[in-house]
């Protein structure tokens, strides 16, 4: 069979089953399902959504790219991404349950109970803003891997892919993410699995000879990129709609687990895959030369595809579902208890306008791997603010006040450094993540404390008076 059957066959079968599930999914279009899942998501679906976020659309290109510089070596890449994941654990129950009390369907609803609004604005601006160039991407990768497959080139490959993703949105909403997440984590563990048992593992002196080509500066810079990790939006989300505080904690955990032996398929399907591939330094170049005609094994780069186009549509649809959820509540303010049918119409009517904006944007992309790093480096800004909202017991003007101007601050700070670029040198990610973090540590102990202590002090003198 030909590169263009396979793809008709694999695609044809993987989008019946997406069709079928936002069909199913149109029974939530009233209700609260369609909004956050009614907040009975269960531990499997949670799982799929995270593990799926890890190897997400804009978090894929990346590491294809990370696996043709360091090969075996990128484990050591992934390291400190599982470990920050643990420090979202430990906050998961709260964030669970602050999402129960409050009604929290965003992390900028969080933020406003945990800080304030004026910082909830702040960052609702940075989730709507990485969302939305993330998503780009997304579709970009989406449109270069359907394009090449069927051969009918990027552009519309990436028309074909926003059409897609408009129309299960569109149907079923959130419910619709949930369902079709956990089909694409069954996909991309398959794939995994398979890569496992029919290609070779590489031999010691292979991983000992590529251990002296590591670049440091540019593998430092990926590690500081794990910063991303408690950042990002989908996540939380993702938290705020499982049925306990436990299951959140449990799928965050075990997700570790199994992307640590996806992430092991994937090097080795990579390795296959990019054996015989001219590999410089557009990444680009690597889709182009895999999906293509010539290629010499045709069902390898038709699952490889599948396996990459499931990752993309498991998080390019949350992403556009972020920006459209965080536009309608918070600059739009409809609130979804009080006015669902207005909310729901509202985020279709967004949708379509964000994946039409979004293509057009995704036409223009040329550096692709730059493109995801400027916008993935600046989300994790966002990291610490949700951290500090969790762990805080309510929010106070002062504190509002302070945490804005820092944001502000930092922003502008990345921004300039980005346009001098200073990040070149991609260990200097890591100063505005500093520049924002000591001065809001500086804010956390003087609250917990400092204030208290000397709040039990004129208690005690107004007891003497």
């Known amino acids: 069979m030909s590169l263009l059957q396979y793809t008709l066959l694999f695609f044809g079968l993987y989008l019946a089953v997406i069709t079928y599930i936002s069909w199913r999914a149109r029974y939530h279009d009233h209700g609260e399902g369609f909004i956050i899942g009614s907040r009975r998501i269960g531990f499997l679906e949670t799982l799929a959504a995270f593990v799926n976020i890890f190897r997400s659309g804009s978090a894929l290109p990346l590491w294809l790219w990370i696996i043709s510089i360091f090969g075996v070596w990128s484990f050591v890449a992934i390291i400190p991404y599982y470990i920050l994941f643990a420090v979202v654990a430990l906050v998961a129950p709260i964030a669970r349950r602050k999402a129960i009390e409050h009604n929290i369907v965003t992390v900028s609803d969080l933020v406003k109970v945990g800080i304030g609004p004026y910082t909830a604005h702040l960052t609702s601006f940075i989730s709507i803003y990485a969302a939305f160039l993330i998503a780009a991407a997304q579709l970009f990768m989406g449109g270069t891997v359907l394009g090449g497959l069927l051969g009918v080139g990027r552009d519309i490959g990436i028309v074909i892919t926003a059409v897609t993703v408009a129309s299960y949105l ?98 080795l399907l990579c390795t296959y895959v990019l054996r015989d591939t001219a590999i410089d330094s557009d990444t680009n170049a690597i889709f182009g030369n895999i ?123 990345y921004f300039t450094m980005q346009f001098n670029g200073c990040f070149e040198n991609m260990t200097l990610y890591i100063v505005p993540y500093v520049a924002l973090v000591i001065p809001m540590f500086g804010v956390w102990l003087v609250k917990t404390v400092f204030i208290p202590h000397q709040d039990h002090q004129n208690s005690d003198n107004s007891g003497r008076l």
């Open 291 to 413: 999906f293509t005609e010539n290629y010499p094994a045709p069902i390898v780069a038709v699952l490889f595809g599948l396996f990459i186009f499931s990752a993309l549509m498991s998080t390019l649809d949350n992403n556009v579902y972020i920006f459209t959820s965080s536009f309608t509540k918070n600059v739009l303010g409809i609130n979804q208890e009080k006015d669902k049918d207005n909310f729901i119409k509202w985020s279709r009517f967004l949708t379509i306008i964000m994946l039409s904006s979004l293509s057009f944007l995704a036409f223009t992309i040329e550096d692709l791997i730059q493109f995801l790093f400027d916008t993935t480096m600046y989300l994790i800004i966002l990291g610490p603010f949700i951290i500090y909202a969790c762990l805080s017991k309510k929010a106070d003007k002062t504190t509002d006040y302070i945490m804005l101007i820092l944001g502000i601050l930092v922003s502008v700070l």
């Open 170 to 267: 569109w149907v079923g909403g959130y419910m619709t993410l949930i369902r079709t997440d956990f089909f694409q984590f069954i996909v991309i563990l398959i794939l995994a699995f398979l890569a496992y048992v029919f290609i070779d593992w590489p031999t010691m002196e292979q991983v000992s000879d590529s251990y002296a080509d590591i670049d440091w500066n540019i593998l430092s810079g990926i590690m500081i990129g794990a910063l991303t990790i408690m950042a990002v939006p989908d996540v939380w989300q993702r938290i705020f709609s499982a049925d306990s505080g436990k299951t959140a904690r449990n799928a965050v955990l075990f997700t570790t687990l199994v992307d640590a032996f996806i992430v092991g398929g994937i090097i």
